[in-house]
């Protein structure tokens, strides 16, 4: 099973940028899909992004379409979260998810219960 651990968090002025990244070992072979997720306190996981293994195909949650983009690099076995003019609102604790159910189309799962694997998580807090 593949296990995945976050790194790069930590504190950010408004306008700035972060770059998370999820490395993954294990048996990465037959990992549909990575998400991110972040839980803000007080509230629940929400889906920020998602990515195909081999597919490349990515999606999006509209709070952070144009400023977000989740990428991989299969040689690193590494996905990446780079985040670009983050705001307050972005403060949570960033986690990574794998998941091996295959969707049809170009669907990618957007809910925590479809992900199996998570990371400890990450956290990124952003100062106005």
């Known amino acids: 099973q593949v296990q995945l651990v976050e790194s790069g968090g930590g504190l950010v002025e408004a306008g700035g940028s972060l770059r998370l990244s999820c490395a993954a070992s294990?048996?990465?072979?037959?990992?549909?899909?990575f998400g991110w997720f972040r839980q803000a306190p007080g509230k629940e996981r929400e889906f920020v992004a998602a990515?195909?293994?081999?597919?490349?195909?990515?999606y999006y949650a509209d709070s952070v379409k144009g400023r977000f983009t989740i990428s991989k690099d299969n040689a690193r076995n590494t996905i990446y979260l780079q985040m670009n003019d983050l705001a307050p609102e972005d403060t949570a604790v960033y986690y990574c998810?794998?998941?091996?159910?295959?969707?049809?189309?170009?669907?990618?799962?957007?809910?925590?219960?479809?992900?199996?694997?998570w990371g400890q998580g990450t956290q990124v807090t952003v100062s106005s």
């Open positions: 998810a794998a998941t091996s159910t295959e969707y049809s189309g170009n669907y990618l799962p957007t809910f925590p219960y479809q992900y199996d694997v």
């Open positions: 294990g048996s990465t072979f037959g990992s549909y899909a």
């Open positions: 990515i195909t293994w081999n597919g490349g195909s990515t």
